[in-house]
């Protein structure tokens, strides 16, 4: 069974939040694919993640870079699973009817957009409907996480 996460994000943007969690992934051995509402939010992932810490790369591609059977991370508008990934994350204004093939799934998303909220709050119930075994993640003023249900 599928693992749901909710990821709340409260003082950063999902920019800024993304590489930390995937960071962790990749460090856990996980191969992730991360679908994002658009081609531009793609594109700006993909350039942010080559630079956002010079000393810390973390191996990604997307349809632009190809070879997706050997990128540790995949991002993606639709949702393929090139790279055989086990965690599958959403990130906000994109959803996914995929996320039973996956491990893991994370939904990203800002506190700061009420339309987003509401958005969560749905899937958040849908998950629940289906029993999958979701907690609720918000982000405290460090930039961590804390476990909220």
Known sequence: MTEVRFYHLQNQSQKQALPLLLSKAVERG?????????????????????????????????????????????????????????????????????????????????GQDQEAVQEARKRWKLYKEKEYDVTYWQQNERGGWDKKA
């Open 30 to 110: 996980h191969r992730i694919v991360v679908k994002l509402r658009d081609a531009h939010a793609v594109a700006d992932m993909d350039d942010h993640l080559w630079g956002y810490d010079p000393n810390n790369f973390l191996p990604h591609g997307s349809a632009k870079s190809g070879n997706a059977e050997d990128q540790p991370i995949w991002l993606t508008t639709g949702d393929d699973n090139p790279n055989k990934a086990d965690v599958l994350i959403i990130g906000q204004g994109a959803s996914s009817e995929h996320h039973g093939d996956y491990k893991m799934c994370c939904e990203v998303f800002s």
